[in-house]
């Protein structure tokens, strides 16, 4: 079993929709979460990150992390055509050195 | 600005050639590392440093080797390149205190 779950997509919006992208963990000592933006054969851009558990805002997007569930998501309202892109979830322990990816999810936002 | 860079972006080059990609961070960050990741496939760590003088190997098995004489430079070197290695090839580094990893803007290779 993967220690981080990403369902690949592709997922496919019309513009102005509200995005749900989510990721699935089995290590419950994962302290560090992130949300990566990929544009195709670009690097990935660190959108969002959260320590322990809670919800964050930054605009249009938010994170959110269940640790009692193992769950976490980024719900992107609004959505526009630019955030077209391949997303990213990745999570760190407290201590150590190693992140850990999801697959990444694919989202198309139609204009 | 503090950033992350990797040059060559793109190479092309024949079976056999020796190549070194190039990855530096001003940002101070002890820890670096690469992935490998190919198109619509999930990031594979091949290396990591701690900090000078300091490298291990990552998950993927890989032929490539890396070195961290300062702080700021980790480059990676493929000692005979050949077709399977082409991928895009993925610089970060990570800052401790908030746990979060930052990434370069990648360097594709094509192996003929």
């Known amino acids: 079993q993967k220690e981080v779950e990403q369902d690949p997509g592709p997922l496919s919006v019309p513009e102005g929709a509200i995005v749900s992208l989510n990721c699935t963990y089995s290590?419950?000592?994962?302290?560090?979460f992130m949300w990566y933006r990929q544009y195709s054969r670009k690097g990935p851009e660190l959108l969002m990150y959260?320590?322990?558990?809670g919800n964050k805002e930054d605009g249009r997007f938010t994170a959110q992390v269940d640790k009692s569930s193992k769950y976490i998501s980024l719900f992107i309202r609004d959505s526009q055509p630019s955030d077209s892109a391949t997303y990213l979830c990745?999570?760190?322990?407290?201590?150590?050195?190693?992140?850990?990816f999801g697959t990444g999810t694919s989202l198309t936002v139609i204009p | 600005e503090a950033d992350i860079y990797q040059t060559p972006r793109y190479l092309v080059i024949g079976t056999g050639k020796k190549i070194t990609l190039e990855c530096s961070q001003t940002?101070?960050?002890?820890?670096m590392y690469w992935y490998q990741q190919d198109p619509g496939m999930e990031l594979h760590l091949i290396h990591y440093?701690?900090?000078?003088?300091?490298?291990e190997k990552g998950d993927l098995s890989s032929e490539s080797t890396v070195s961290r004489i300062r702080t700021e430079h980790f480059p990676l070197t493929l000692e005979s390149a050949r077709p399977s290695h082409t991928s895009q090839y993925l610089c970060?580094?990570?800052?401790?205190?908030?746990?979060?990893?930052?990434f370069g803007p990648g360097t594709r290779l094509t192996v003929l």
């Open positions: 970060a580094s990570s800052e401790y205190s908030r746990g979060v990893q930052f």
């Open positions: 290590n419950s000592a994962f302290q560090y």
């Open positions: 959260t320590y322990s558990s």
């Open positions: 990745a999570m760190r322990l407290n201590t150590g050195n190693q992140f850990y």
């Open positions: 940002m101070g960050h002890d820890k």
């Open positions: 440093s701690y900090g000078v003088n300091s490298t």
